[in-house]
């Protein structure tokens, strides 16, 4: 059975860590006999925009809805183009149209990283980010009045439904259940922020008496981001609406010493659409065009495509392989962000050496 995989690579770093992603995806498809069909896409991407006034083309969903798995880079260049068209012109159009409503962020401290967290080591932190990917805060819901005047007002509302909290809930539920810990932590603020955060606790509360064997633990998220950097052990899946979700995902990476390393997957459970898969992290123009991005979130996002296409043994490897080169300590090899003085295609080749096998 082949796989059909549409490519996406986008702006900056995007565009540098891809060749890693695809080198690596190549060594495991080889070593475990997967038949990938890659097709690489040059929309999405802010240069494409430049040139056609859009980030996507008109027919985009027609071209991408039939593949297996789209596998992204990272999208945003603002001095080419606004973030918020260049974001809502691509990767939040695939996340909505693609009903790709879970977004999976695993954050795990790797062995050979030093974690800033005083005295953390691999096993302390190991937690899953399950983080609402289709409304919430991200809504298209608001407008502007009085424009240009100094009456102006702008309003942007957060849309949240039962529908749409209880099917990421109940990802995150079922998640905790397959883990050891079966530990569940809802970010919420409904202290300040009084109808849709109560709401989503009631969700919590409702959901959690289907799974009597999951410890739930709630957290307002101002405390929740300093018990992430105080006791990220307390942790095991932590479930949130999408703005919090996003900020957990970037935290949590960060105690874990590189956000360069975290994966993403952003995910349509039916599989009636294609699922996307991209690293936590973005386009980072300080240091595009160096060539020293840490390509493995974006390697680790692969081992997750492999994993969601059934391929649990490749993905193994693929991580694997991740873990054995960050432990090695190669200074040669590894990106300046995890201590060494290597590039973005040092590391990327060392893994796919070792996924080789
Ligand atoms: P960023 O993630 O691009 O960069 C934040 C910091 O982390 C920078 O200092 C960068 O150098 C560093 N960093 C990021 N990835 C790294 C890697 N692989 N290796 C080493 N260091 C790495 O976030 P930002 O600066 O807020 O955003 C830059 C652009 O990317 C903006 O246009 C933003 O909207 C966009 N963005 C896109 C995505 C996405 O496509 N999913 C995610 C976040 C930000
Ligand atoms: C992410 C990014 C995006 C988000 C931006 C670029 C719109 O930060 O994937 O985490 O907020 O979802
Ligand atoms: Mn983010």
């Known amino acids: 059975?082949?796989?059909?995989?549409?490519?996406?690579?986008?702006?900056?770093?995007?565009?540098?860590?891809?060749?890693?992603?695809?080198?690596?995806?190549?060594?495991?498809?080889?070593?475990?006999?997967?038949?990938?069909?890659?097709?690489t896409f040059e929309f999405g991407s802010c240069d494409y925009y430049l040139e056609h006034g859009k980030m996507l083309p008109d027919d985009w969903f027609e071209q991408l809805k039939d593949f297996d798995a789209l596998f992204y880079g990272a999208v945003g260049w603002p001095e080419k183009v606004p973030d918020h068209i260049s974001l809502w012109g691509s990767l939040l159009q695939f996340r909505r149209q693609f009903d790709q409503y879970i977004n999976l962020r695993p954050c795990k401290l790797m062995p050979g990283i030093k974690s800033p967290l005083a005295g953390r080591q691999p096993g302390d932190?190991?937690?899953?980010?399950?983080?609402?990917?289709?409304?919430?805060?991200?809504?298209?819901?608001?407008?502007?009045?009085?424009?240009?005047?100094?009456?102006?007002?702008?309003?942007?509302?957060?849309?949240?439904?039962?529908?749409?909290?209880?099917?990421?809930?109940?990802?995150?539920?079922?998640?905790?259940?397959?883990?050891?810990?079966k530990k569940l932590t809802s970010a919420t603020k409904s202290n300040?922020?009084?109808?849709?955060?109560?709401?989503?606790?009631?969700?919590?509360?409702?959901?959690?008496?289907?799974?009597?064997?999951?410890?739930?633990?709630?957290?307002?998220i101002d405390i929740l981001t300093a018990n992430f950097v105080l006791h990220p052990d307390w942790f095991d899946v932590v479930v949130g609406s999408n703005l919090f979700g996003d900020i957990l995902s970037d935290l949590g990476p960060?105690?874990?010493?590189?956000?360069?390393?975290?994966?993403?997957?952003?995910?349509?459970?039916?599989?009636?659409?294609?699922?996307?898969?991209?690293?936590?992290?973005?386009?980072?123009?300080?240091?595009?065009?160096?060539?020293?991005?840490?390509?493995?979130?974006?390697?680790?996002?692969?081992?997750?495509?492999?994993?969601?296409?059934?391929?649990?043994?490749?993905?193994?490897?693929?991580?694997?392989?991740?873990?054995?080169v960050l432990a090695s300590g190669d200074q040669g090899v590894l990106t300046p962000d995890v201590g060494g003085q290597g590039t973005t295609e040092s590391l990327g080749r060392a893994i796919a050496e070792k996924i080789a096998g």
């Open 192 to 220: 300040g922020i009084s109808i849709t955060m109560p709401y989503w606790d009631e969700r919590v509360e409702a959901m959690a008496k289907g799974y009597p064997e999951i410890a739930v633990d709630k957290f307002h």
């Open 1 to 39: 059975m082949t796989h059909r995989i549409a490519v996406i690579a986008g702006d900056g770093i995007g565009t540098e860590v891809i060749p890693e992603g695809l080198r690596a995806l190549e060594a495991a498809a080889k070593r475990f006999n997967i038949d990938l069909d890659c097709q």
């Open 125 to 181: 932190i190991d937690f899953y980010v399950v983080r609402e990917n289709t409304e919430g805060e991200y809504s298209s819901v608001g407008g502007k009045m009085f424009e240009g005047t100094d009456r102006e007002v702008v309003i942007q509302d957060t849309v949240m439904t039962r529908t749409g909290i209880d099917r990421v809930l109940k990802y995150a539920f079922d998640l905790a259940q397959t883990r050891p810990r």
């Open 254 to 324: 960060a105690c874990t010493g590189t956000i360069g390393i975290a994966p993403s997957a952003n995910i349509n459970p039916e599989g009636k659409f294609p699922s996307l898969f991209e690293p936590v992290h973005g386009s980072a123009p300080d240091i595009a065009g160096k060539g020293i991005a840490n390509p493995i979130g974006q390697i680790w996002s692969g081992a997750m495509m492999l994993e969601h296409l059934g391929h649990q043994e490749a993905a193994d490897a693929m991580l694997k392989a991740i873990e054995a």
